[in-house]
């Protein structure tokens, strides 16, 4: 398998500085893994102690991605609004639609829309109790990176199981990123 590509999005994430951009490069990321992925691996089930699917993983998290893009336009960003049992669910190529679709709305934001405030209805209990909070689009970002990472790393621990090339670092936190490139930086010869 070509690995190539998700060595070049992991590289792209660590060099990024506009927020809108790192959230387009992790989009990138994981359209890079579903290139070198098979359609029998995309939708295995379980995946050794993990009993969802790749599929389910990375449907999950555009739905999160879906919602921070309404939420730049409609002023409301919705995490529960999820749309399950998509195509892109089960179909690579769906997905990799609709990542390019993803891609192509966060581009086309300016970085100012980041202190647009916006509502964010969540259901906090399962007999549906429910709250409204306000946030930014900044801050609701901020959320929808960092749910990504998490997700990265069972994706990471699933890639590994299926025989999949992940990036390295793929799914660690950019703060994990940091420190690590912090320490490597510290222990080497040329920094002294």
Do not use: W
């Not at 990321?29 to 295995?44: I, K, M």
């Not at 990036?167 to 010869?189: M, V």
């Amino acid at each position: 398998m070509n690995t190539t590509l998700v060595q070049r999005s992991s590289a792209l994430i660590n060099r990024t500085a506009n927020p809108l951009a790192v959230l387009a490069v992790s989009l990138q990321q994981l359209a890079d893994l579903l290139v070198v992925t098979s359609d029998a691996q995309y939708t295995r089930k379980p995946v050794g102690v993990i009993p969802s699917s790749l599929g389910g993983h990375v449907r999950h998290c555009l739905d999160h991605f879906e919602a921070l893009c309404a939420g730049a336009l409609t002023g409301v960003v919705d995490y529960d609004d999820r749309q399950r049992g998509t195509s892109v669910e089960t179909d690579r190529i769906a997905a990799l639609g609709a990542i390019r679709r993803l891609r192509v709305q966060i581009e086309a934001l300016d970085e100012s829309v980041l202190t647009k405030t916006v509502r964010v209805p969540s259901i906090i209990a399962g007999d549906g109790t429910s709250i409204e909070t306000r946030s930014s689009l900044g801050r609701e970002l901020a959320f929808v990176l960092s749910h990504t990472v998490h997700h990265n790393a069972l994706v990471a621990a699933m890639c590994r199981t299926l025989g999949i090339p992940i990036p390295d670092r793929f799914g660690y936190a950019p703060a994990t990123i940091a420190h690590l490139d912090q320490s490597e930086c510290a222990r080497s010869p040329s920094s002294r």
